[in-house]
C-alpha cells in the first residue's frame, strides 16, 4: 500500500474524533488544532513534501481540499448547524491530507454511508425524519474503504 504513511497519520485522528462524536456529538478542537499544525510543519519537512505532495506534486490541490473544508464550515453555518461545524473542521484538516479529489471522493463515499443507514432506520421506524446521525463514523468508515479500494 502507497499510502500506508499518511493512513498510520490519519487513521489515529479519525478514530479520535469517531469516539467523540459517538460519544458526546463534538469533535476533538484539539485533535483539528494538532493535527494542522502536524500538517504544515510537514509541508516545510523533505520528508512530509514526499508524505503530503504523493499524489499531486502539486500544493494547489492540497489548498484547495483545505478550501473544500471551509466551504463546508460556510455551509454549516448557513444551514444553523444541519452540517456540523466540527465535521468541516475535520474536512479541513483532511483536505490538506489528501487533496480535493481524495477528499471529494472521501465525503461522497461518506454521505452515501450515512444515507444508506439513515434511510435503512426510516424503514425500520428506529428513526424520524429529523433524526441526526455522527458523521465521523462514516467518515471513517469511508476513509478505510478508500484504503482499501488503493490497496487492489
Not at 504544515?40 to 505532495?53: N, R, V, Y
Not at 465535521?87 to 483536505?95: E, K, R
Request: aromatic fraction near 10%; charge should be positive.
Amino acid at each position: 500500500m502507497k499510502h500506508i504513511g499518511l493512513a498510520c497519520l490519519l487513521m489515529p485522528f479519525l478514530g479520535w474524533n469517531t469516539l467523540a462524536d459517538l460519544r458526546g456529538r463534538q469533535i476533538s478542537f484539539l485533535s483539528v488544532i494538532l493535527y494542522g499544525a502536524i500538517g504544515i510543519a510537514m509541508l516545510f519537512g523533505s520528508a512530509g513534501k514526499e508524505l503530503l505532495l504523493f499524489q499531486s506534486g502539486n500544493i494547489y490541490v492540497h489548498v484547495a481540499g483545505a478550501v473544500f473544508g471551509l466551504l463546508l464550515l460556510v455551509l454549516s453555518f448557513g444551514t444553523g448547524g444541519a452540517i456540523g461545524a466540527g465535521d468541516a473542521l475535520v474536512a479541513i484538516v483532511l483536505g490538506w491530507y489528501l487533496g480535493i479529489y481524495r477528499t471529494l471522493l472521501l465525503f461522497l463515499l461518506a454521505f452515501l454511508l450515512a444515507g444508506l443507514l439513515g434511510s435503512l432506520l426510516l424503514v425500520i421506524k428506529r428513526a424520524g425524519r429529523k433524526s441526526r446521525l455522527p458523521m465521523q463514523p462514516f467518515i471513517l468508515l469511508a476513509y478505510v474503504v478508500l484504503l482499501a479500494a488503493e490497496a487492489l
